[in-house]
Every structure is written in structure tokens, then in C-alpha cells.
Nanobody, 129 residues
Framework: QVQLVESGGGLVQPGGSLRLSCAASGFTLDYYAMGWFRQAPGKEREGVSCISSSDGSTYYADSVKGRFTISRDNAKNTVYLQMNSLKPEDTAVYYC??????????????????????WGQGTQVTVSS
């Protein structure tokens, strides 16, 4: 059974940090591009970051560039999103997803990630004082 399970969300003060984890089971991450998406109340789902399956190339949305870092540990079948200098506007449900095409590009992160094959259930991140 294919499954992605996110963890690490929570409540943090502005300027704080969180590290999200996404553990995969039922398939091997090695051949998949992995992405993080988020959806705030009343807003469409948006692509935050992704990492390719082959050369580890990455993409970051402008809103998180320089603050978030995506990484993958294929041996643990897990992807991470390190989030620093968090802002209230980062508040959202964060989802990880897997794309069997293996590519991490602006195009694959668009349209709410409709090219992605598998999705996790999401983890809430709230940035508030």
C-alpha cells in the first residue's frame, strides 16, 4: 500500500523554525521527484519546493527562497523540509507528494501539483505569536 506520512508540523512563533518529514512506504522514493505543497484557508494549493530524483536539483517558490531547504534521504525513504525564519504567511497545511516523472521544475510545481501521483494527508503549520 502506497503511503506518504508527513510529520513535524505545529505552532511556532514568527522567526522560528520547523522541520517537516515525509516518510514513504509501499514504494521507493529513489525514482520519484518529491515536492512540498501548502494550502492556506481560502487559498489554492501552491507549490513550495521540490527535489528531482536524478541529480537532486531543487526548486523553491520565491516566497520561501533562502528560508526553506528541501532534502531527501533515499536510504530512509524520507524527504524533509527545513523551514527557518518562519512568517505568519507561511501558515498552511503542508503536503508532500511524489511524482513518478522524476522531474522537479517550475512546470511540475504549477497548477497545484497536478502531475504528482501520490499525496500525504498533510500536516498543519501555524506561525503566530
Amino acid at each position: 500500500q502506497v503511503q506518504l506520512v508527513e510529520s513535524g508540523g505545529g505552532l511556532v512563533q514568527p522567526g522560528g523554525s520547523l522541520r517537516l518529514s515525509c516518510a514513504a512506504s509501499g514504494f521507493t522514493l529513489d525514482y520519484y521527484a518529491m515536492g512540498w505543497f501548502r494550502q492556506a484557508p481560502g487559498k489554492e494549493r501552491e507549490g513550495v519546493s521540490c527535489i528531482s530524483s536524478s541529480d537532486g536539483s531543487t526548486y523553491y517558490a520565491d516566497s520561501v527562497k533562502g528560508r526553506f531547504t528541501i532534502s531527501r534521504d533515499n536510504a530512509k525513504n524520507t524527504v524533509y523540509l527545513q523551514m527557518n525564519s518562519l512568517k505568519p504567511e507561511d501558515t498552511a497545511v503542508y503536503y508532500c507528494a511524489a511524482d513518478g516523472g522524476g522531474l522537479c521544475t517550475v512546470a511540475t510545481m504549477g497548477h497545484g501539483g497536478r502531475s504528482y501521483d501520490y499525496w500525504g494527508q498533510g500536516t498543519q503549520v501555524t506561525v503566530s505569536s
